[in-house]
């Protein structure tokens, strides 16, 4: 079996990777039944306990190897000495995460980031925040194992929501009666200086 598999042609990938200490443990937190198999340098193996303990639980392999195999499974440099072999993240459907939303949830919408350390800076705050959730056109960058590298563990924790069209999704919140709030750097009023009492959506132009 290869480390990662291909994705079938047209439909979800089979399997998905994890890279990077903080958001492998992450996976052994939050998903350890998710585990497929776990790579790791040497120098990584005190840090990396709990996920190996999570694999080892579940009779999932995991074994050392050379820093040029974890290159070569994550296709860059910046493993950070740990590669996770995951299923992929669960879809969410924008209807099933409304109704499932808190009345005083905030989460966030985000078009034209086309940076995917951008994207894991921005899910790193919103885990540390508690926002509900983030939502991401289907045709931008993703969920990258880059991102969730830089997210160190808060793609696990905050639920990434696609939507076809975000000009159509946040029609579909105001008429559910949710506030919408975007970000302009040119704007005059303050965000704090508003009262808030019901669900906000803030959206990142």
Wanted: charged share 25%; glycine share 8%.
């Amino acid at each position: 079996m290869s480390d990662l598999e291909e994705p079938p042609r047209g439909g979800r990938p089979v399997e998905a990777l994890v890279y990077g200490v903080n958001a492998a443990l992450a996976v052994a937190t939050h998903r350890p039944d998710a585990i497929h198999r776990v790579l790791y340098d040497e120098s990584r193996r005190r840090d990396l306990g709990p996920l190996l303990k999570a694999a080892a639980a579940r009779r999932r392999p995991y074994r050392e190897v050379p820093t040029a195999d974890l290159v070569r499974v994550a296709r860059g440099q910046h493993h950070e000495g740990v590669v996770v072999v995951t299923d992929p993240l669960p879809a969410i459907e924008l209807p099933a995460f409304l109704a499932q939303l808190q009345r005083d949830a905030v989460f966030l919408a985000l078009d034209g980031v086309g940076n995917p350390h951008n994207l894991g800076a921005i899910l790193r705050s919103a885990a540390w925040f508690g926002a509900a959730g983030v939502l991401l056109p289907e045709r931008g960058i993703g969920l990258s194992p880059a991102a969730m590298r830089v997210a160190q563990g808060g793609a696990e924790i905050v639920p990434c929501v696609q939507v076809f069209d975000m000009a159509d999704a946040l029609e579909e919140l105001m008429a559910r009666g949710i506030s919408v709030v975007a970000a302009d750097q040119h704007a005059e009023a303050v965000i704090f200086d508003r009262p808030r009492r019901d669900p906000v959506h803030r959206a990142r132009q």
